[in-house]
């Protein structure tokens, strides 16, 4: 049986082989262990501030809002070792893998940010990675790969299936399934099966617990609102978490709406999809009529999965948290403007977010404070805007 | 009508174990799938575990997953699928029909409106790959209620707990994991495994049958010896599918051979 709840409501669950079970439960019982031992804890933070540069700063920008009325700042996850919030909790999950006492890491990416963070820690942990990603993303990713490479790990392209990030968490669960007494599924997000969604949420707290100390200190308030963007929604819950039982700041998660969620080309489960199960979790997926898996699409890699948390399905149920949508559009010129204004140029799931902070901030008529969780930067993307934008910057 | 329960009775006077091929419904198509399915019954498979074609199949090595996307190629629906069992049906009343599917293809229909689709069409068992024990009830409630057997999963792992709770839900059949991993020919079952048999009959499991890397003669006899029920075989009665893609007759007559072999390695003694 399981020592903590499941499911969040009618979402999440454990919907994986039997086989599984012993793998999950063991998971489980590693985290709380963890959780109540301070000589863990003292390790993990230790390498949260010295190896991973926490706590991240927070920034309020200067010259992108123009409504006199509200405060636009940005929790600046993008100064973070690796690039991005991921670094966080495959730290943490690094160090239960050597608790639980393997030696091996199975773990899934799709533009490969998940994959560079797993293989950081490994190399730093002492730990074998073996990362799978979609034979198209490994083409597409190529500088992404190389750093994985160059850290150890040994990335195993996926041609099944639609050979994308669906079929990486596919191909990660079957590997995971033959080699689960030597090897621990370092899943990238927080989606999956129980307790994924809730480890990943716990090592991603820090982010909100920050927000929030940082914020009643330069405005001796807590924020209006705090917006991230959600794809698999690990750096939204990870903003929200600390949040949650503040009903005073509004909570609100921007999927991606690729060419617009009337078109099939989007990755907005929550705002466009309907429930079902993928990849363990009970949540809104992408599917057609017959509960086939349909593919995403987000010009951010970071987004582009059918499935989100369940938790996150849970929070816009219960209307505690709301879900909207940005277009590939209104990130790109998101992008652009930050750069532009503020000298900052973010990841484009980041800009996400951002596009909709920004339409917040225009429609604001009272004195209004938010924070935009900035998860990653955009080193990652220069390649992929150029192709997009060219000269039209 | 119990077909399983009538099935292993005929069995046990004949002193003879299972052999259950598994096909994936509409590979390569589904008029072929049809004759495939009669070639099996024909051939001398004692009951059969016929797959729902998914887009996801995460227990499913590379054979399954092929023989899913060839199904999906021609858009195979669950609809297709339940026709198709409904004549199969019709033309062998007796032989057990068992589906292997994945659980979003029974949530998109609807959990109670599924199994009552699946019983209309003369569905004996259903066995989902993504639901464990934890998350069965809302199945085993509908499966009950349409006298469908939810087949339960003892894999080579389990804890006492989950034998016991086997020992108590089981129906039908139990299917017996011969191996930790996924579905493939490639990796062989670890037979004997007479110890996890031996768990399941001490808590009184429906009978089990061995599944997961069966693909000769010899494996058959090695999982009946060592106290099962019966084999199942699917990635090894795939391949014979996928090997002879563009020879419908060759393909059925391998088929028939290959059946006809493994059937004859279930006798005892």
């Known amino acids: ?393 | 009508m119990d077909r399983y329960a009538d099935m292993f009775a005929r069995l046990d006077e004949k002193n003879q174990g299972a052999f259950v091929p598994f096909v994936m419904i509409g590979d390569p198509n589904l008029e072929q799938s049809e004759a495939i399915i009669c070639q099996l019954i024909e051939s001398g498979a004692d009951a059969l575990e016929l797959g729902i074609p998914y887009s996801d199949p995460i227990a499913d090595g590379p054979t399954i997953q092929a023989a899913s996307i060839r199904a999906l190629s021609h858009k195979t629906t669950v609809a297709d699928c339940m026709s198709l069992i409904t004549r199969v049906r019709t033309k062998y009343p007796h032989v057990p029909i068992g589906l292997l599917l994945y659980s979003n293809l029974v949530m998109a229909k609807g959990i109670e409106n599924f199994y009552a689709t699946a019983s209309d069409a003369g569905v004996d068992s259903i066995l989902i790959a993504d639901v464990p024990l934890r998350e069965a009830t809302p199945f085993q409630k509908a499966a009950q209620a349409k006298g469908i057997s939810q087949i339960l999963i003892a894999p080579p792992n389990a804890t006492d707990e989950t034998m016991e709770k086997i020992g108590e839900f089981s129906t039908g059949y139990t299917y017996l994991l011969g191996r930790a991993g996924v579905t493939g020919a490639e990796t062989a079952a670890n037979v004997p495994a007479s110890e996890l048999i031996a768990r399941l009959h001490q808590h009184k499991a429906a009978p089990s049958l061995l599944g997961f890397g069966i693909s000769t003669p010899e494996q058959v006899k090695a999982a009946i010896d060592a106290g099962a029920a019966g084999a199942i075989s699917g990635s090894a009665t795939v391949n014979i599918i996928a090997a002879n893609l563009d020879d419908n007759d060759s393909m059925l007559k391998q088929l028939g051979d290959f059946v006809s072999a493994m059937k004859a390695a279930t006798n005892k003694g």
Not at chain 1, 160 to 185: F, I, P, Q
Not at chain 1, 247 to 253: D, T
């Open chain 1, 1 to 393: 049986m399981n020592q903590l709840e499941t499911k969040f409501g009618e979402f999440g669950g454990m919907y994986v082989p039997e086989l599984l079970i012993p793998a999950l439960d063991q998971l489980e019982k590693a985290f709380l262990d963890a959780k109540d031992d301070p000589s863990f804890n003292e390790e993990f933070l230790s390498l949260l501030k010295d190896y991973a540069g926490r706590p991240t700063a927070m920034t309020l920008t200067r010259n992108l809002v123009s409504n006199p009325k509200v405060k636009l700042y940005l929790k600046r996850e993008d100064l973070l070792h690796g690039g991005a919030h991921k670094t966080n909790q495959v730290l943490g999950q690094a160090l239960l893998t050597k608790r639980m006492g393997k030696k091996e890491v199975i773990a899934e990416t799709g533009a490969g940010q998940h994959g560079v963070a797993t293989a950081l820690a490994c190399a730093l942990l002492g730990l074998k990675a073996r990362i799978y990603m979609g034979a198209k993303d490994v083409e597409r990713q190529a500088p992404n790969v190389f750093r994985m490479r160059l850290m150890g790990a040994e990335v195993i392209p996926v041609n099944a299936g639609s050979g994308t990030l669906k079929d990486a968490v596919n191909e990660a669960m079957r590997d995971w399934s033959a080699n689960y007494d030597t090897a621990h599924y370092l899943l990238g997000t927080a989606a999956g099966p129980h307790p994924f969604p809730t480890i990943v949420r716990e090592y991603h707290r820090m982010i909100g617990e920050e927000t929030r100390a940082q914020i009643m200190e330069k405005e001796g308030r807590l924020p209006d609102a705090v917006v991230a963007c959600v794809g698999g929604g690990s750096n939204a819950i990870g903003m929200f978490a600390d949040f949650i039982d503040e009903p005073s700041v509004r909570l609100v998660g921007v999927e991606p709406a690729g060419k617009g969620v009337h078109t099939k080309e989007h990755g907005a489960t929550i705002v466009a999809g309907t429930k079902g199960i993928l990849h363990g979790a009970y949540t809104y997926i992408m599917q057609d009529q017959e509960g086939q898996i349909e593919e995403s699409y987000s010009v951010s890699a970071g987004l582009d999965y059918p499935a989100v948390g369940p938790q996150h399905a849970y929070l816009a149920d219960i209307g505690r948290a709301e879900y909207v949508a940005a277009t590939d559009e209104e990130a790109l010129n998101a992008f652009k403007l930050l750069a532009r204004k503020e000298g900052i140029i973010p990841a484009l799931e980041s800009s996400h977010a951002l596009a909709h902070a920004l339409n917040m901030a225009d429609e604001a008529e009272d004195d209004t404070i938010i924070v935009v969780n900035l998860s990653g930067r955009g080193d990652k993307d220069l390649a992929h805007v150029i192709n997009i934008l060219g000269d039209d910057i």
